[in-house]
């Protein structure tokens, strides 16, 4: 739904966890990476939805030449 994408968009990009954030054991599962890097990935594609429809608006809303 374009309403969920505008919504992902106007949050802001995930917090970059911090090198102390992790335990660096490899036992967590998921690892706070793995957490960061799915929540990025969503946000991105959320990102590049939204800029794709609002070009896409923009042009259709620009009066004839």
Do not use: H, M, Q
Request: charged share 40%; aromatic share 10%.
């Amino acid at each position: 739904k374009v309403e969920d994408k505008c919504y992902e968009v106007a949050t802001e990009e995930p917090e970059k966890p911090l090198r102390d954030d992790c335990c660096g054991g490899g036992s967590c599962c998921p690892c706070i990476w793995d957490v960061y890097y799915e929540k990025l990935a969503k946000w991105k594609e959320a990102k590049r939805e939204f800029d794709e429809l609002a070009n896409n608006e923009s042009s259709d809303t620009r009066s004839p030449d």
